[in-house]
Nanobody, 121 residues
Framework: QVQLVESGGGLVQAGGSLRLSCAAS????????IGWYRQVPGKQRELVAT???????NYADSVKGRFTISRDNAKNTVYLQMSSLQPEDTADYYC???????????????WGQGTQVTVSS
């Protein structure tokens, strides 16, 4: 079992910065990758950024050059540094852990509770 807790959300002005944290606990050795997602009411949840156990990162085109995903293995924490924030970045942000299992279904995803990010113009 893996537990995820997001923090760091809040209200910022356009052009500002915010750093989100995703703290993982439990069977963290089974985690293959951590992803940050965001969702606006009425819209499908979208992938923002991912970081694998090997350190490889991927970003959505909409956030490339503005957001950076990183990790602190000692703290079992993944961060999302968000810069040059715009109103369209306003959403609920969730972290997701992709894990492997010993048997079926062979993989399992865990979600945090989410943290709100609001960017004012």
């Amino acid at each position: 079992q893996v537990q995820l807790v997001e923090s760091g959300g809040g209200l910022v002005q356009a052009g500002g910065s915010l750093r989100l944290s995703c703290a993982a606990s439990g069977s963290t050795s089974t985690i293959n990758a951590i992803g940050w997602y965001r969702q606006v009411p009425g819209k499908q949840r979208e992938l923002v950024a991912t970081i694998s156990s090997s350190g490889n990162t991927n970003y959505a085109d909409s956030v490339k050059g503005r957001f950076t995903i990183s990790r602190d293995n000692a703290k079992n924490t993944v961060y999302l540094q968000m810069s040059s924030l715009q109103p369209e970045d306003t959403a609920d942000y969730y972290c997701n852990a992709a894990t492997s299992t010993r048997g079926p279904p062979w993989n399992r995803n865990y979600w945090g509770q989410g943290t709100q990010v609001t960017v004012s113009s």
